[in-house]
């Protein structure tokens, strides 16, 4: 087969197969449901809905795209999130109509809008790594990858006994230097109050088997949440250093110490 | 199950429920039943979560069709069960599980679902049905 013969067949058999593995149902007067050969995370194929009033065509996913997402445990609840949706839907030419991912467009442009609806769904179904449990693996990664690029010497994911009997582990120890004492780190992908309680419980329950000095920083992942003053004064208080992952270069050099 | 009466969601809305593990009351299950979607009235999914992202049984009704990893293709009612490597990428015809029978009762089905999530103590269901 020459270049351009092999060229056309891989061209034609994918179109071939496009056609074959579409389906198209009308469920009412003027609204079709056409279900594609996409897809989605759960292997289900994906479906989008064609209004059609006249010329005019409404092209849309009916809200399942957000939905699942949000039965995923993942909601559009942050701002971070919400702007990654926003950028995703301006890229595709994309609006929001209460949960719906809805393009509006007319029989010529048709193809050109199907096409971006279903890229548009598929982006959105990727933000699902974006979800609170894979994010935080995501952030200790993110953590412990700032330490490596910045010579920070550490032991990963130390384990510690309190005063109490109880274990904490900590996710990273720099070992105690000529400049600097023993440090501990532990990243909080979701700084909220009772997290941090719990922390400072932790450190106060351990600290004081330590010998020397020793010190506990908290890594706070500001980029996802919200990191109200109230969280970071009452680390302060118990002599916790809180670090927005924001402001992460400041310490460095302490940290590298 | 924490609730001990609900009111099944009417079409177009959703609930979660909370589910607690008697033999670890750390570990957080979720229950979902699902009947958002703007076209399709007998469209419903019920959802068990693990960690609120990990599906591990996902039961469809009426929603859409499913290709497994292996290629097989399966209707709109199907369910999926967790799989080692694959989360809930597998999915098996409903027809193939004698427990679920009638899935156009969805009250019925969701208490069936129950069962096959083993909960002991299932709510009993006020249905405002439409």
């Given at each position: 087969?020459?270049?351009?013969?092999?060229?056309?067949?891989?061209?034609?058999?994918?179109?071939?197969?496009?056609?074959?593995?579409?389906d198209?149902?009308k469920?009412?007067?003027?609204v079709?449901?056409?279900?594609?050969?996409?897809l989605?995370?759960?292997?289900?194929?994906?479906q989008?809905?064609?209004?059609k009033?006249?010329?005019?065509?409404?092209?849309?996913?009916?809200g399942y795209?957000?939905?699942?997402l949000?039965?995923?445990?993942?909601?559009?609840?942050?701002?971070?999130r919400?702007q990654?949706l926003?950028?995703?839907?301006?890229?595709?030419?994309?609006?929001?109509?209460?949960?719906?991912?809805?393009?509006?467009?007319?029989?010529?442009?048709?193809?050109?809008?199907?096409?971006?609806?279903?890229?548009?769904?598929?982006?959105?179904?990727?933000?699902?790594?974006?979800?609170?449990?894979?994010?935080?693996?995501?952030?200790?990664?993110?953590v412990?990858?700032?330490?490596?690029a910045?010579?920070?010497?550490?032991?990963?994911?130390?384990s510690?006994?309190?005063?109490?009997?109880?274990?904490?582990?900590?996710?990273?120890?720099?070992?105690?230097?000529?400049?600097?004492?023993?440090?501990?780190?532990?990243?909080?992908?979701?700084?909220?109050?009772?997290i941090?309680?719990?922390?400072?419980?932790?450190?106060?329950?351990?600290?004081?088997?330590?010998?020397?000095?020793?010190?506990?920083?908290?890594i706070?992942?500001?980029?996802?949440?919200?990191?109200?003053?109230?969280?970071i004064?009452?680390?302060?208080?118990?002599?916790?250093?809180?670090?927005?992952?924001?402001?992460?270069?400041?310490?460095?050099?302490?940290?590298?110490? | 199950?924490?609730?001990?009466?609900?009111?099944?969601?009417?079409?177009?809305?959703?609930?979660?429920?909370?589910?607690?593990?008697l033999?670890?009351i750390?570990?957080?299950?979720?229950?979902?039943?699902?009947?958002?979607?703007?076209?399709k009235?007998?469209?419903?999914?019920?959802?068990?979560?693990?960690?609120?992202?990990?599906?591990?049984v996902?039961?469809?009704?009426?929603?859409?069709p499913?290709?497994?990893?292996?290629?097989?293709?399966?209707?709109?009612?199907?369910?999926h069960?967790?799989?080692?490597?694959?989360?809930?990428?597998?999915?098996?015809?409903?027809?193939?599980?004698?427990?679920?029978?009638?899935?156009?009762?969805?009250?019925?089905?969701?208490?069936?679902?129950?069962r096959?999530?083993?909960?002991?103590?299932?709510?009993?269901?006020?249905?405002?049905?439409?």
């Amino acid at each position: 087969m020459s270049e351009v013969l092999e060229a056309k067949f891989f061209i034609d058999s994918y179109l071939k197969w496009l056609k074959e593995n579409t389906d198209i149902k009308k469920l009412e007067n003027n609204v079709f449901e056409l279900t594609t050969p996409f897809l989605d995370r759960h292997n289900d194929y994906i479906q989008i809905y064609v209004v059609k009033e006249g010329d005019k065509l409404t092209l849309t996913d009916g809200g399942y795209t957000l939905n699942d997402l949000a039965m995923s445990g993942m909601e559009m609840n942050t701002e971070r999130r919400k702007q990654i949706l926003k950028t995703i839907l301006n890229g595709f030419g994309i609006s929001l109509e209460k949960e719906a991912l809805v393009v509006k467009c007319d029989l010529k442009t048709f193809p050109l809008y199907k096409h971006n609806l279903i890229q548009a769904i598929l982006a959105i179904n990727d933000m699902f790594m974006l979800s609170r449990q894979n994010v935080m693996s995501i952030f200790l990664e993110d953590v412990e990858n700032f330490l490596k690029a910045n010579n920070i010497r550490y032991v990963p994911g130390f384990s510690l006994i309190g005063k109490s009997g109880f274990n904490y582990r900590f996710d990273f120890v720099i070992p105690y230097s000529k400049n600097a004492p023993e440090r501990f780190i532990k990243a909080v992908n979701n700084p909220t109050k009772d997290i941090t309680k719990s922390i400072i419980f932790a450190w106060n329950d351990t600290k004081v088997t330590r010998t020397g000095e020793t010190k506990l920083y908290t890594i706070l992942n500001d980029e996802d949440n919200d990191v109200s003053s109230d969280i970071i004064r009452a680390f302060l208080e118990y002599e916790i250093t809180p670090i927005k992952w924001t402001e992460r270069k400041k310490y460095i050099d302490e940290l590298a110490a | 199950m924490l609730e001990k009466q609900i009111v099944f969601p009417m079409v177009d809305s959703s609930l979660t429920l909370n589910v607690v593990c008697l033999d670890n009351i750390s570990e957080r299950l979720l229950i979902d039943i699902n009947r958002k979607g703007t076209f399709k009235l007998t469209r419903c999914t019920y959802n068990e979560r693990y960690q609120t992202v990990i599906t591990l049984v996902r039961l469809d009704i009426d929603t859409k069709p499913h290709r497994n990893p292996d290629g097989t293709v399966i209707g709109p009612n199907h369910i999926h069960i967790y799989k080692e490597g694959y989360g809930d990428k597998w999915a098996y015809p409903l027809e193939d599980f004698k427990c679920f029978k009638n899935p156009k009762d969805l009250i019925q089905t969701f208490v069936e679902f129950c069962r096959f999530c083993n909960i002991i103590e299932i709510p009993t269901v006020q249905a405002v049905m439409t």
